[in-house]
T-cell receptor
Framework: EADIYQTPRYLVIGTGKKITLECSQT?????MYWYQQDPGMELHLIHY???????EKGDLSSESTVSRIRTEHFPLTLESARPSHTSQYLC????????????FGQGTRLTVV | GEDVEQSLFLSVREGDSSVINCTYT??????LYWYKQEPGAGLQLLTY?????DMKQDQRLTVLLNKKDKHLSLRIADTQTGDSAIYFC????????????FGKGTTLSVSS
């Protein structure tokens, strides 16, 4: 079983609020990722990290920001949530080798009202 | 840009074979993956294939790769109701820190 955890699982919040989605893994993986999954299922890479103090933007432009101060922790922050941010957010991690499996958390379903 | 295409829906009867197709665009992808997502859950790796292989078999799963056409397929033999899920094809995006780039997913519905 994958040791990667996301909290909260579900979040309903008002427009303009600041939110942080937590993601933690206990596998010692260097690489971590955030994907945004549309209601229509498509996954888009929004952020990734090679390791501590490394953060990069993914293919899909996102108003969220991430930080990687510790290997095991890769939180995602929205400074001012909007209804357009309503989506499922999936965190993943992998070892720093090309052909290794990426392990996914169970996701955070965010609804901004 | 990079794009991974899949058909969106597939419906089969229990016991039949399911074939889910995918086309990818990055010819430099070294590995291609199939992930499964059950309702309310994250993604789980089913299998992967290295780009110099044509076929890989793993119990009920068979992956076929046509590198010339950039076409990948997943065949599930003796499909069961528990196989009902969303199946994602993914390729390594070499310009994105070797992150996985996913297709839109194929919803497999298995009826008894």
């Amino acid at each position: 079983e994958a040791d990667i955890y996301q909290t909260p699982r579900y979040l309903v919040i008002g427009t303009g609020k600041k939110i942080t989605l937590e993601c933690s893994q206990t596998m010692g993986h260097d690489k971590m990722y955030w994907y945004q999954q549309d209601p229509g299922m498509e996954l888009h890479l929004i952020h990734y990290s090679y390791g501590v103090n490394s953060t990069e933007k993914g293919d899909l432009s996102s108003e969220s920001t991430v930080s990687r101060i510790r290997t095991e922790h890769f939180p995602l922050t929205l400074e001012s949530a909007r209804p357009s941010h309503t989506s499922q957010y999936l965190c993943a991690s992998s070892e720093c080798v090309v052909n290794t499996e990426a392990f996914f958390g169970q996701g955070t379903r965010l609804t901004v009202v | 840009g990079e794009d991974v295409e899949q058909s969106l829906f597939l419906s089969v009867r229990e016991g039949d074979s399911s074939v889910i197709n995918c086309t990818y665009t990055d010819s430099s992808s070294t590995y291609l993956y199939w992930y499964k997502q059950e309702p309310g859950a994250g993604l789980q790796l089913l299998t992967y294939i290295f780009s110099n292989m044509d076929m890989k078999q793993d119990q009920r799963l068979t992956v076929l790769l046509n590198k010339k056409d950039k076409h990948l397929s997943l065949r599930i033999a003796d499909t069961q109701t528990g196989d009902s899920a969303i199946y994602f094809c993914a390729e390594i995006h070499n310009q994105a820190g070797t992150a996985l780039i996913f297709g839109k997913g194929t919803t497999l519905s298995v009826s008894s």
